[in-house]
């Protein structure tokens, strides 16, 4: 655009353009009389084709102005998506890796007898000592009798392995001695005959 602007050539203030009855520029003429070859310029239409071409520019530069916050609106949001996404990925390594750590403190528990919930460490290693330490506290221990839930259970068993006191051998006990017989079981057949 700038290519179709032509620079205007003026006279000297000698022979500055004057305009004729008809409105015409006149002819500029040099000191010596003799008519220059001076193209005049009409300042008017200059400023007006100026005026256009900077209208143009101010168009353009709102359009990339738009352009621009659109693109910088796009960029905003491709790199939320790409936060949110590595947001998604930290919470589910953090997933991953707490289900690990759980697997394996079940693991260590089982093999070692101890409670998981007292394990200690995030490592095999770790927790393997942990357990042992624990075992190491907690020292030998015979396992619990397993109940199949069948035969004598309570007072039968009790009486069955106490020596019981007989009638006569009562008669020569004192009254405290009776108390712990009583609590001990060893009356148990002299006070309830039936069992």
Known sequence: MADDAKPAETATAANAATKTADGKPAEATNTDGVAADVKVTDWEAE???WKALSRQNENRAKE??????EFDTLTEAQKSEQERLNDRVTVAEAKAAAAEAKALKADVS???????SLLSGST????EASADELLKFRGEQKPAPVDFGGGAKGGDVKAANTEQLTREQLKGMKPEEIMKARADGRLDKLLNPKK
């Open 47 to 49: 400023a007006t084709k």
């Open 64 to 69: 990339n102005a738009t352009k621009a916050k």
């Open 110 to 116: 089982v093999a070692k007898g101890v409670p998981a």
């Open 124 to 127: 095999l290693e770790e927790l």
